[in-house]
């Protein structure tokens, strides 16, 4: 309705050839500038998680989304699963016996079978596999 309106003004100044730089500049300063923003959300929330709430360390260096739903982050001291409520990492048991990893994890992406691939900062492109908990070292 507001776009509307401002359009019928705009066409009716150029319809009656009103040159004037006092209408133009009244025109643009009360209908174009102070046009509303709809696409702003003004009650957005925020959770913040650190090592209190479960994470192996408060510095997350990537994040991803497996195709269960799961957060996988990864921080300085390895991956971490989130599953909407709780924190899970290497060191409680998400990579099962084989817990021979390396631990700064810099990028981290789900694969088309949904397994967790990273790449560490001690060496390495990992894999870890979900259904057999178990973790390739690539490189």
């Known amino acids: 309705m507001y ?3 401002t359009i019928y003004i705009y066409r009716y100044l150029i319809a009656h050839r009103i040159r004037s730089n006092f209408l133009y500049f009244f025109f643009i300063s009360v209908f174009i500038i102070p046009t ?4 702003q959300y003004p009650n957005i929330q925020f959770d913040y998680f650190n090592t ?3 994470l192996s360390q408060n510095t997350g260096c990537t994040i991803t989304q497996d195709l269960d ?3 996988w982050i ?23 016996s ?11 992406f789900v694969d088309r079978q949904n ?23 690539l490189i």
């Open 3 to 5: 776009l509307y309106f």
């Open 36 to 39: 509303p923003a709809n696409a």
């Open 52 to 54: 209190s709430n479960g």
């Open 69 to 71: 739903g799961f957060i």
């Open 74 to 96: 990864g921080t300085q001291d390895g991956m971490n699963r989130f599953d909407g409520r709780t924190f899970s990492n290497g060191n409680n048991g998400i990579y099962g």
């Open 98 to 108: 084989n817990t021979n990893h390396q631990n700064h994890i810099l990028h981290a």
């Open 115 to 137: 397994r967790i691939c990273s790449s560490s900062y001690g060496g390495g492109f990992l894999i870890f596999d979900k259904t057999t908990h178990k973790i390739s070292i």
